[in-house]
């Protein structure tokens, strides 16, 4: 995959990229008295690709759900699209939710297995009405990451774990958002789709301008597709720079271990 402009050279051809769509200060989260994330601070901008790395128990999901305004940070503060995202009520958030959409690693778990592909991607276009119209839009959609329209009939269990993920990224796509926050996307998949996937990631940031927080354990991935990483461990930030620095001149112990664990960094450029 040939590299594209990074999140620095799209904010100097582009004065609106230089405002973050996303900013994460200092944000803190305990449970049962266990510090899970410890004063992280992020930006993402529009149109760029944000890697962040980790082994499980790392915080790397607690922080998506900070970023997703699923949970409150104890410390710290989230702001979307410039304004305050953490620390507001529910129903101030409720609109400028739109803006922002998740990918799970899951999507068979968050779907309702009652519902045809249609009715799921249609629960995220609730504001179009119903009819012709919601049904264009939804093929639309379904096109838009590389399925045919004759699996709108189908549910979710007749579909391979590759089609239930290109789904999913369909309702997430479905409100607009600015922002996807994919967490572990890929994990479940065997590694030939993995790549398509990853491809079509890469394709629609290209194509629609998302800004895209993709989190999961394996740089490998990681290098596949973002602009930037943020390696977490423990709880904290570690180390943060432009993906080709970070795999090149690590500067984090933590960093060189999981570089170090990958068969080729070659083989993911």
């Not at 769509?21 to 760029?48: F, I, M, N, T, W």
């Not at 049904?135 to 089609?163: H, I, K, M, N, Y």
């Not at 461990?233 to 690590?250: C, M, Q, S, W, Y």
């Amino acid at each position: 995959r040939a590299a594209g402009p990074s999140g620095a050279d799209r904010a100097a051809g582009d004065p609106a990229a230089a405002v973050p769509v996303l900013e994460v200060d200092r944000v803190s989260k305990s449970y049962a008295g266990h510090p899970v994330v410890r004063e992280v601070s992020l930006q993402l901008a529009a149109g760029e690709t944000l890697g962040l790395v980790g082994e499980s128990g790392s915080g790397k999901t607690t922080l998506a759900r900070l970023v997703l305004g699923l949970a409150e940070p104890d410390q710290g503060s989230v702001r979307l699209a410039g304004r305050p995202w953490s620390g507001v009520p529910e129903r101030r958030r409720r609109a400028e939710r739109l803006r922002i959409q998740a990918v799970q690693q899951d999507p068979l778990g968050s779907f309702d297995p009652r519902y045809t592909v249609e009715q799921v991607i249609g629960e995220a276009l609730a504001g179009l009405p119903r009819g012709r119209a919601r049904r264009a839009r939804t093929g639309r959609l379904l096109d838009q990451v590389g399925l045919p329209a004759e699996l709108l009939g189908r549910r979710p269990t007749e579909l391979s774990g590759g089609q239930r993920q290109r789904v999913a990224i369909a309702r997430a796509l479905a409100p607009e958002p600015e922002v996807l926050v994919c967490d572990e996307p890929v994990s479940a998949l065997d590694v030939s789709i993995q790549a398509q996937i990853l491809d079509l990631l890469a394709d629609l940031r290209s194509e629609l301008g998302l800004a895209l927080l993709f989190i999961s354990h394996d740089l490998g991935v990681v290098h596949h597709l973002a602009d930037r990483v943020a390696v977490m461990k423990d709880g904290r930030l570690v180390e943060t720079g432009e993906a080709t620095e970070v795999f090149t001149n690590p500067t984090a112990e933590y960093t060189r271990a999981l570089l170090a664990a990958l068969p080729s960094v070659e083989a993911f450029a």
